[in-house]
């Protein structure tokens, strides 16, 4: 297999992408490229290797299957290692990781927006009230998800799966920008940036040299 991501200091979907490859236990090749670079818009431009993800980042290759979109590539992983590996054994827990996942996917655009993903940042923003409504859902699925279905382990489900991969992004969010968060949520946090996989992007994620100047945010008093 062959996994296309975006830079690793800002690529939040990316990020997922890596985290489910890393998950399903399978070998995979790592491409790591600069999406605001002009050899990577050339390349999406004049090839077609790149469709139809439209050159979007990640793109998944296993053999003649094309996947891309971090959530169909966790499903397609699943399908492949057995969707234990990624969901809550139980009908109950496992509903409720999905909708989490389902939601993470599709919404918090005011957060996305005023915070976006950088890992080498420390920085001080004045948070709007769409922002924080979005801060307080996520953390008060994170409060009901280890709270009900979280005393086997130190994540979200107890164990890592899916919702932790797709919540990653956020821990890295809430960290860059700090967010001020409850004893639950600041130990869950540590136990995610602490996993070896997020450390492993962390420190590739310091280690790059490409800027993007749109996920620069500026510091606000």
């Known amino acids: 297999m062959k996994l296309i991501i975006g830079n690793k200091n800002y690529s939040s979907w990316s990020l997922r992408g890596w985290l489910a490859v890393k998950q399903s236990g399978l070998s995979f090749e790592e491409l790591t490229v600069h999406i605001d670079g002009d050899d990577w818009q050339a390349m999406k431009a004049n090839s077609g290797e790149f469709q139809p993800s439209a050159g979007k980042v990640p793109v998944l290759w296993d053999d003649d299957v094309v996947v891309w979109d971090?959530?169909?590539i966790m499903?397609?992983?699943a399908d492949k290692v057995?969707?234990?590996r990624f969901w809550p054994k139980a009908d109950e827990p496992r509903a409720m990781a999905r909708a989490m996942v389902a939601e993470m996917h599709s919404s918090y655009l005011p957060l996305r927006r005023a915070c976006p993903m950088n890992m080498r940042a420390q920085i001080h923003l004045?948070?709007?009230d769409d922002v924080r409504a979005n801060i307080v859902r996520i953390l008060g699925?994170?409060?009901e998800a280890r709270a009900r279905y979280g005393k086997g382990g130190?994540?979200?489900f107890g164990t890592f799966g899916a919702a932790d991969i797709f919540y990653a992004p956020i821990v890295s969010r809430?960290?860059?920008y700090g967010i001020g968060v409850p004893g639950f949520a600041q130990a869950y946090m540590q136990a995610l940036w602490e996993h070896d996989w997020m450390a492993q992007w962390r420190e590739a994620a310091l280690a790059e040299q490409w800027t993007i100047q749109q996920f620069e945010v500026s510091e606000s008093a």
Do not use: H, K, Q, V
């Open 75 to 77: 499903e397609y992983l």
């Open 126 to 128: 004045e948070l709007t």
């Open 82 to 84: 057995g969707r234990d």
């Open 70 to 72: 971090s959530l169909a």
């Open 154 to 156: 130190p994540f979200l």
């Open 141 to 143: 699925l994170w409060a």
């Open 174 to 176: 809430f960290l860059t």
